[in-house]
């Protein structure tokens, strides 16, 4: 984990310098990006993964001793061939972007001395840093190291991946739902299908490639079963469950009375967030019930529009068709007590939550 290199601030691939995090910042997101790690890692079998953050290599470190131990390793002439800082010399590098990668180096070399690391991965914008780690090992451990890059990934478009108008997707489910994340998967573009399996799942090579033979003629069910697994790992199997049935509920045909009555608390809270939600007052449930037309008609243009849907047969509460404007909706109606989905027409679907 990047304790102390966050701190400073990577400029490969950077046209500008970064805006340094405060210190508190960078600690909540460390703290976030650990448990995301405990999700994907197996921290407990008899071959544990381990969790080092490298705040702890420097943060007793003076400038004397770095200056010392490590910035004497390397050459500026070294350091100056890298892509990361060459690129950046016309727009402006500050000396605090250019020691970055004796941090990342110096860094590689600890973890190689205390716990027995050969190999660093990274994308390949991470070469030169990664590079320098290893040249950190043989010239100050006569050691033996090795760097693995993969070229950053990209859309069929040309755009960075996990980029949008809606921003970026997160792993953490407070900043990208899981099902967000897993429309993600269902919504990419067919050209990338492929790719995205090859980089992403953890499928057999052969299942991978009946997946892929699938694309032509079948590609939304390879992207659901890249995205349930995906969705599964990232977050769990009851998240990518869930996902799954709000996307049935709103894209699906297949849903049905029994299918909505299914529905997790944890999944109606994910519709309420896709399609218009609203709040009202439990207290206005009466004995007797509601009066369906009083219930939906702040869904409608007016009262007589409302009763207009109900009369052409395209207004369904929880999928179930409501042919009379004189209909009472009951409270043991609710789904676990507070939701109901009502509909006008295919398109028009919208979730009432009683509070």
Same mark, same amino acid.
């Given at each position: ?54 705040? /702890? ?12 131990? !490590?910035?004497?390793?390397?050459? !500026? ?45 990274? @994308?390949? /914008? ?10 950190? $090992?043989?010239?100050?451990?006569? @050691? ?15 755009? =960075? ?7 970026? $997707? ?8 899981? *099902? ?27 299942? $991978? ?100 849907? $109900? ?26 007590? =507070? *939701? ?16």
């Amino acid at each position: 984990m990047g304790g102390a290199t966050g701190r400073v601030g990577d400029p490969s691939f950077k046209e500008t310098e970064r805006d340094l995090k405060t210190y508190e910042e960078l600690d909540k997101n460390l703290s976030f990006q650990m448990e995301q790690v405990k999700k994907i890692l197996d921290f407990e079998g008899s071959n544990p993964a381990k969790i080092v953050n490298n705040l /702890d290599f420097y943060k007793n470190m003076n400038i004397l001793e770095f200056l010392r131990d !490590v910035g004497k390793t390397l050459t !500026v002439n070294y350091m100056m061939s890298k892509d990361s800082v060459k690129n950046r010399l016309e727009t402006g590098l500050s000396f605090t972007e250019f020691s970055y990668q004796l941090l990342q180096a110096y860094d590689f070399q600890l973890l190689f001395q205390h716990h027995d690391c050969h190999l660093q991965m990274g @994308g390949s /914008d991470q070469w030169g840093n990664i590079t320098s780690g290893t040249e950190f $090992i043989r010239r100050n451990t006569e @050691g033996k190291a090795y760097a693995v890059t993969t070229p950053l990934l990209t859309k069929a478009d040309g755009t =960075k991946f996990g980029k949008s108008e809606q921003g970026n $997707i997160w792993l953490d489910p407070n900043l990208t739902s899981p *099902y967000q994340f897993y429309q993600f998967w269902i919504n990419a573009d067919d050209a990338d299908v492929s790719k995205y399996l090859r980089y992403f799942s953890l499928k057999t090579h052969e299942e $991978i490639e009946a997946l892929e033979a699938m694309i032509p003629t079948d590609p939304r069910a390879v992207k659901a079963a890249l995205a349930e697994e995906i969705t599964a790992r990232v977050h769990s199997e009851e998240a990518a469950s869930g996902a799954r049935q709000v996307s049935t509920l709103l894209f699906g045909r297949e849903a049905d009375h029994e299918f909505v009555t299914s529905l997790s608390v944890v999944s109606l809270e994910d519709i309420s967030k896709e399609i218009p939600s609203y709040n009202i007052l439990i207290q206005s449930f009466k004995d007797q019930g509601i009066n369906v037309l009083e219930l939906i008609k702040d869904l409608f243009t007016s009262k007589n529009e409302a009763r207009k849907a $109900i009369q052409n047969n395209a207004v369904s509460i929880n999928k179930i068709k409501i042919s009379s404007h004189e209909h009472i909706i009951q409270s043991n109606d609710l789904l676990h007590g =507070k *939701y109901l989905i009502v509909e006008n027409g295919k398109k028009n679907k919208y979730i009432l939550k009683f509070v």
